[in-house]
């Protein structure tokens, strides 16, 4: 089955203020020829079998956003959405960024990170958990081990994946993550100290959502606004709402597993770092020096 029989939308979430980072990460000109990884995203979306594209982003980055897209080839389709709230100091978080997105029709959304580049076999998985949510109505999260998803300049926030027999069971928020030695160390929410080996599946937010989980995770952001709604800087992130309709009976999330290459942008000081790595994959022949040269045909 063709995924472009399925009409899946791919919502790349570039609204974040980048604060740690200093700047809109999501449009940092870091590989060699200028590109952005939310460039290399749709690049490697693309040759997955994907062509539909939502960008949510605020309303500041609109204009270049619209720029960034006038450069992918014809048969990619582009809309940008901006993802905001009045009287408020920050959107509702990243379920509102897909709901925002108004992926229209039956075919599954793929929602992730603007500003993360998870490689190419992710996106080929996610084409492939688009065909099986077709088939079962479950949803797919693509997650990778811990250890290649930490940054050496800083903490990091991570979803450690609980499953059962490949299911979601739990999705274990945990904060400060940094390496110590041969270990990975962390706290929960309620600030217990926690070790990992690094080999834990992690959510990089990476989400496969078929049209009814969509529809749940809207009645889902109401009830949060209703609860919530006093607070401006309250936000409903996909993995706790998920994570609730998992734990009502709700949805069903199949885990999968890619092997990456992951590169993310959290500190300033990751720069570099990413700049090092997408020139290595650029030398291997795995990724062209340009990844959109002017009038080529695509």
Known sequence: MAIDNLSPTVVLMAAGRGSRYGGAKQLDNIGPSGETLLDYAVYDARRAGFTRFVFVTRADLMSEMSNRARSFPKDVS???????????????????????????????????????????????????????????????VIGMPLEQTLSEHGTVVRAICETNDGWLTVLDEVHDLARNGDAIEGRTRTGESRTFSGREIVSMNLWILPQPLVGRLAESLATFKDTRGDDPEAELPLPEAIGALIASGEARVRVMESPGPWFGLTHSRDRAAVVTGLQSLVDRGLYPRTLWPPQSGW
């Open 78 to 140: 582009v809309t940008c959405i901006v993802q905001e709230e009045p009287n408020r100091t920050r959107p509702w978080g990243t379920v509102h960024a897909v709901l925002v997105a108004e992926a229209s029709g039956d075919g599954p959304v793929v929602a992730l990170n603007a500003d993360d580049f998870y490689g190419l076999r992710a996106y080929e998985l996610a084409a492939h958990a688009c065909r099986r949510t077709a088939a079962t109505g479950a949803a797919t």
